[in-house]
């Protein structure tokens, strides 16, 4: 009795507490709250445990996660559970009912090597690598309410 007393005792003086574990090998797990740079996330089975985000982990990225119930890949690390990525269960793109694709940012920057090409129906914008820019269609309407300013060395019309 009283070598379990002294382990005990042990135990309480030590000033860190041992983390949570998962058990050994990846697990799907989703995020359920967030305080700070601490998580705390729900495996499979229910089991609630607090984690922290790995090093490549964007914190953004698991907030939208949190958001949305995205289930995340979590693992034991030397710091307790580790959130190490999302699992993706959908298509990266994904399109509405109707098909349609939207895209919203503060700034949307496409970078291409050789050429960029836009195409609805008959228009098409194609850009090539040595900077010529191209509007190919039927009509091409400007509506500004404000001044409309062409800057070149040159202006051709037909």
């Keep these: 009795m009283a070598k379990a007393k002294a382990a ?7 000033s860190t507490r041992a983390p949570a574990r998962l058990g050994p090998g990846l697990h799907a797990v989703t995020i359920e709250m ?3 740079a601490s998580f705390r996330v729900r495996t499979l089975k ?3 445990v607090p984690a922290r985000l790995g090093d490549d982990m964007d914190p953004a990225f698991a ?12 693992a034991d690390s030397d710091a307790g559970p580790t959130i190490l990525g999302a699992l993706q269960t959908r298509q990266a793109v994904e399109r509405d009912e109707d098909g349609r694709v939207s895209v919203r940012a503060k700034e949307l920057r496409l970078v291409a090597e050789r ?11 194609r850009v090539d690598k ?10 091409m309407i400007i509506d500004m309410t404000e001044l409309v300013r062409l800057l070149a060395a040159r202006v051709e019309l037909p």
Excluded: D, H
């Excluded at 907030?63 to 979590?74: D, F, N, T």
């Design 63 to 74: 907030e939208e996660c949190l958001r949305s119930g995205r289930p995340v890949i979590a």
């Design 130 to 139: 040595a900077g010529v820019a191209r509007f190919e269609g039927n009509r």
């Design 46 to 48: 229910g089991t609630r």
């Design 8 to 14: 005990t005792a042990t135990k309480r003086i030590g």
């Design 115 to 125: 050429g960029l090409l836009l195409e609805a129906g008959q228009f098409a914008l």
């Design 34 to 36: 967030r305080a700070g």
